[in-house]
């Protein structure tokens, strides 16, 4: 998933009263708030010409009311410096978001081109904000200060937070340092970019194009139609199979010939990995170095230590200590399952040994012969339209007293998507929820969320939010079915996009998921509990064409497989892990000259080089943190769902889906924002720190 980064939110949020050219706001829709309900973003107007003066107008404007605000002779207040820059920006906030959003999901040759022009002045501008000596003058004066200034929580939390992002940002660096700064930013905004640009070209480039249609045997029909009008949306004869952001395929699990299952995983694991110019190699070696230049120029021994001093893990010592602990016995029990699945080839008469590409066909053979459970057998009764509205949707008002109405008539940036108005259990409208399923050429890989318009009491704004799946579209008219894992997705990302929803805060810095990095995941994935909840179920699935509710026994053995192939799952989540820390991990004098070799190193040393359990991203493709937020960050899953686990078991202790429940968690968690410690945010919520041990029996793991 996308989130604005809390340090660019930090300062490029919100408006000030400063006009602009009377010719420039007529013709551009970007530089001034949109008219539609929620400051909604006018798509159908939006072209990419209007992108680069918008860019140079909002980037102009900021740069003004910042210089105003670090030049006045007024002593600094909370009011003249804080919350004068909570409130300027507006203009560029507005531009970037869109752009970013837009990149994500719907990036044309035209947006790409704009992003990497545009990409390293943004992050120059970011260094004139947060490198201008008399504003942090301003915000260090205020700081020393802040004990006698009477400020309210929030209000003494913010002041805390724009000093920690200044100093983070190397307000505090000599002249000469801060112009190596400056050029290491821009040429990692640059590179970030080309990653994320190499990574989409070279994932339609790899697509699998197959000639003979029994080669496609096990696939559903509908699956062999979309493929098949893949490939005439690009022109090619036969079927196309696209891939998807993880290392495994999810046609792995269907795909009943062998070689194609081997040409499909090959193609997946050579995203990056190539000589050319797609080549994510040199690129991602030289961001690394960079990352832990800027990390030493900043006083820490590395950029994980740089990363983790403002999360709330702490310490990279804290990181490796829990995945160290899960690591052991998740490859032990990926291990077990190898044997097993083994077995099952052997029991079928083959004579092969099992690879990589076999493990999830003969996963779910070994899952009907030992649990009687077909997982197909589930995709008729998930519909996607009714998982969503009579799922997701149903879930949310259970909980939070929310209910959502279409509203065909605003403009979307693509026609796959829809958009709701949200409403609370009084009447009162909240926001808008943007829903956008399917995959598509130019639409990056993974599942996530995003914020168009902010909430904050400050400025008056109720949130636009939206969620992005890649779940491939049926050929035709044909129903939507979900696999069990794109259903507890759905709920994943809502989970994130009800964090934007019920954000009630002041300062637009702390609203919805502007939370530490290791801690954002966590109530997303508290809602993963409600996909498979009885009486949400009993709601939703429903067999597409005949309206029959799933079979009480089908429920019951699905869930009799939670602990089923748990040691891959949790072993790929760990090695990929465990690769981001050992990049982000290392000085600037130890760069490695092979990335093939350092991830073996780095796999081996972990304890986790397992030849069948591939790491769910390898290097060239781990888009999280070579073009995302998630530097030295993706271990934040893992800590979430710490939280999680525990967050599940008291739900279950306390009556599980209730009004009574959901308020507590509205209250306790979602409406707070950043505005509160994450940790002590969490301590009061449920009365006590988190224990680890619902995680380990999710799982399936002893405590080390």
């Not at 915000?139 to 400020?151: H, K, N, P, V």
């Not at 002041?159 to 190596?180: I, K, M, N, P, T």
């Not at 026609?415 to 399917?438: K, M």
């Amino acid at each position: 998933m996308r989130i604005i980064s809390l340090l660019v939110a930090a300062t490029l949020t919100a408006c000030a009263n400063h006009p602009l050219p009377i010719m420039k706001t007529a013709s551009n829709p970007l530089l001034q708030p949109s008219p539609l309900p929620y400051e909604y973003p006018l798509f159908d107007r939006i072209k990419p010409d209007h992108f680069m003066p918008a860019f140079e107008v909002g980037m102009e404007e900021s740069l003004e009311q910042v210089d105003t605000i670090a030049s006045q002779s007024e002593a600094p207040t909370f009011d003249n410096t804080i919350v004068a820059l909570e409130k300027s920006g507006r203009t560029l906030n507005r531009v970037q978001t869109v752009f970013y959003n837009l990149v994500g999901t719907h990036g044309t040759e035209a947006l790409q081109a704009i992003d990497e022009t545009i990409s390293p002045q943004l992050a120059a501008h970011r260094d004139k904000i947060f490198l201008n000596t008399k504003l942090f003058e301003r915000i260090d004066t205020l700081y020393r200060e802040r004990g006698s200034l009477g400020l309210d929580a929030e209000a003494s939390r913010l002041l805390e937070r724009y000093h920690v992002s200044f100093v983070r940002a190397g307000a505090r660096l000599g002249a000469d340092d801060q112009q190596r700064l400056r050029e290491i930013n821009t040429e990692l905004s640059r590179l970030t970019t080309q990653f994320q640009q190499n990574l989409l070209k070279h994932t339609n480039e790899l697509a699998v194009v197959v000639d003979d249609p029994a080669q496609l045997a096990g696939l559903s029909e509908s699956a062999i139609e979309a493929a098949a009008a893949t490939a005439k949306s690009r022109g090619v004869d036969g079927y196309v199979l696209t891939l998807q952001l993880p290392t495994l395929q999810p046609q792995l699990a269907e795909l009943e010939n062998r070689a194609l299952r081997e040409r499909l995983h090959r193609a997946s694991i050579q995203r990056g990995n190539t000589d050319g110019t797609l080549d994510n190699r040199p690129v991602l070696q030289a961001i690394v170095a960079l990352r832990a230049e800027r990390a030493r120029l900043l006083g820490y021994d590395t950029h994980a230590d740089y990363v983790l001093a403002n999360a709330t893990a702490g310490t990279a010592d804290a990181v490796n200590k829990l995945l160290a602990k899960l690591a052991k016995p998740s490859a032990a029990n990926a291990g077990k399952e190898a044997a097993r699945l083994q077995q099952a080839v052997d029991a079928a008469g083959e004579s092969f040994d099992l690879k990589v590409w076999d493990w999830p066909y003969y996963r779910e053979i070994v899952r009907q012969q030992d649990y009687d459970f077909d997982q197909t057998a589930l995709k008729p009764y998930f519909e996607m339209q009714r998982v969503l509205e009579d799922g997701v949707f149903f879930m949310a008002e259970k909980l939070y007293g929310l209910r959502f109405e279409r509203r065909d008539h605003l403009p979307v940036y693509h026609p796959d998507t829809t958009v709701y108005e949200v409403f609370q259990d009084n009447g009162s409208a909240l926001g808008i929820f943007i829903f956008d399923p399917f995959a598509r050429d130019t639409k990056r890989g993974g599942a996530w969320m995003n914020s168009y318009v902010r909430q904050s009491r400050l400025l008056g704004t109720r949130p636009v939010v939206a969620n992005h799946l890649n779940i491939t579209k049926p050929a035709g008219d044909g129903p939507v079915l979900m696999t069990p894992s794109e259903v507890n997705t759905m709920f994943h990302e809502f989970g994130h996009a009800v964090h934007g929803l019920l954000s009630n805060v002041h300062y637009p810095f702390f609203s919805g998921t502007a939370v530490p990095r290791d801690f954002v995941e966590y109530p997303s994935q508290v809602h993963e509990m409600w996909a498979f909840w009885p009486e949400v179920m009993a709601n939703y699935a429903r067999h597409y064409e005949t309206g029959e509710a799933l079979p009480p026994a089908m429920i019951e053995r699905y869930k009799s497989t939670e602990l089923f192939n748990q040691g891959y799952d949790t072993t790929e989540y760990l090695a990929a892990s465990l690769l981001d820390q050992a990049w982000h991990q290392l000085t600037p004098d130890a760069m490695p000259d092979d990335v093939e070799t350092f991830e073996m190193q780095a796999l081996e040393q972990a304890g986790v080089a397992l030849e069948l359990v591939p790491p769910r991203y390898r290097s060239t493709y781990f888009a999280h943190v070579f073009s995302g937020g998630y530097s030295a960050g993706y271990y934040s899953y893992v800590w979430s769902e710490v939280l999680d686990a525990d967050t599940v078991a008291w739900f279950k202790e306390d009556g599980g889906l209730s009004r009574k429940n959901g308020d507590r968690m509205r209250y306790g968690i979602l409406s707070l924002g950043g505005s509160v410690d994450a940790q002590q945010m969490y301590e009061a919520f449920r009365g006590r720190p988190a224990a680890i041990e619902p995680l380990l029996e999710r799982r399936g793991l002893t405590a080390e």
